[in-house]
Structures are given as C-alpha cells and as structure tokens.
Antibody, heavy 119, light 107 residues
Framework: QVNLQESGPGIVKPSQPLSVTCSVT??????????WNWIRKFSGNKLEWMGY???????YYNPSLKSRISITRDTSKNQFFLQLNTVTTEDTAVYYC???????????WGQGVMVTVSS | DIQMTQSPASLSASLEEIVTITCQAS??????LAWYQQKPGKSPQLLIY???SLADGVPSRFSGSRSGTQYSLKISRLQVEDPGIYYC?????????FGGGTKLELK
C-alpha cells in the first residue's frame, strides 16, 4: 500500500524559506519510472503543479517558480523535500505531494499540509 | 503554458440528474487529459485518464469524452456521494496545468 505523508511548519514568515517533507511508505522513490511531485492548492480552489524529482533524480520545475524552488530527496529515508524561497502571503496554500508514472497521471497523493505565510 | 479553461465554476444538480463539466485546452493536447474529484479535507482522486479511460474502482456513471480541444466529464446519474470539486488536468506539456475547478453541489 503506497502512502505519502506531508509534514511542514504550519506558519512561515514573509521572506523566509518554506520547507515541506514528503515521507513515502510502501514504495521506493527510486523505483523506475516514477516521478515524485509537489502540488499546491490555494484558497479559491486553484491547483498549481510545482515540480518533481524522478526515480533517477532528474528534476523539473514549473517555470513560474523556477527561481525560488528546490526539490531534493533522501533515498535512505525514502523522503523528498520542497523548499520555496522568499515566500509571500501569496504562497499560503495546502501543499500536496503526489506520485506519477512516466506517461501517466497523479495516482497517489498525500493528505496535504496547510502552510500559512504570515508575520 | 497550456491553459485549461473549465466551466462551469459551480453547479447545483438534483439526484439522478445528468451533469456535464467541460474543459477547453488552449492548444492541442491529444488525449493527455485527466479528471479528478476532490472532497473536503481529502486529496484529489483520479476519475478519468487518457481523456476517456475510467480509473480503477471508479463507478461507471462517470465518463469522459473529447471533441477537438474540448473535453467533457459526464456523470450520468448524480448520486449523494458525488458532490465535491472536479478538476481537469493536462499532461501533454512538461508543465502540468489544472483547470480552475467546478464545485458540484446537490440541489
């Protein structure tokens, strides 16, 4: 049973970095040909795909975030991480991690973690 | 980026009614289109992939279709468990993009 679980700070101050962890159980993040994604949902229901790190550690970011985002992983802990720099209140959202298979769609998602940017 | 224009933004329908939600892609995306359902406090669940294929475990009252760059999700007989927010998602380009969502409520 594949399970993804996000964890994060809850509140981040403006201009600080936002860091969220996705812990994966039941499936190795190095298994071919899976991709591990970050997606966020704003109030008002808009969903934005942020980027992924692949089974072979290739990375691709949404160009709208490219200057501020970093996705990394720790294969020994079967975790992957999101860091978003220089946040503003507009980065307040529910952050999800999700998996997709090459040429597939997001099939497993975490439950999401709310991150609020506020002073 | 490929833009996905989803309509309507909200919808109220009665039990057993037929419901249709559409997404218009800003360019050709072939069949690289999925539909998701999200209920409050839950993550999105895959309903349809490849524009017309039903995901595992999804009731057959859900169906997807395509006409050119317009995609539709149809619920043939609305059930009490179907209210939620529905999203389309294009996977044609390397940068995935979602439609704006349709909030479906029971009348």
């Amino acid at each position: 049973q594949v399970n993804l679980q996000e964890s994060g700070p809850g509140i981040v101050k403006p201009s600080q970095p936002l860091s969220v962890t996705c812990s994966v159980t039941g499936y190795s993040i190095t298994t071919s040909y899976y991709y591990w994604n970050w997606i966020r949902k704003f109030s008002g229901n808009k969903l934005e795909w942020m980027g992924y790190i692949s089974y072979d550690s290739s990375i691709y970011y949404n160009p709208s975030l490219k200057s501020r985002i970093s996705i990394t992983r720790d294969t020994s802990k079967n975790q992957f991480f999101l860091q978003l720099n220089t946040v503003t209140t507009e980065d307040t959202a529910v952050y999800y991690c999700a998996r997709h298979l090459q040429l597939g769609y997001f099939d497993y998602w975490g439950q999401g973690v709310m991150v609020t940017v506020s002073s | 980026d490929i833009q996905m224009t989803q309509s309507p933004a909200s919808l109220s329908a009665s039990l057993e009614e037929i419901v249709t939600i559409t997404c218009q892609a800003s360019q050709d995306i072939g069949n690289w289109l999925a539909w998701y359902q999200q209920k409050p406090g839950k993550s999105p669940q895959l309903l349809i992939y490849g524009a017309t294929s039903l995901a595992d475990g999804v009731p057959s009252r859900f169906s997807g279709s395509r006409s050119g760059t317009q995609y539709s999700l149809k619920i043939s007989r609305l059930q009490v468990e179907d209210p939620g927010i529905y999203y389309c998602l294009q996977g044609y380009s390397a940068t995935w993009t979602f439609g704006g969502g349709t909030k479906l409520e029971l009348k």
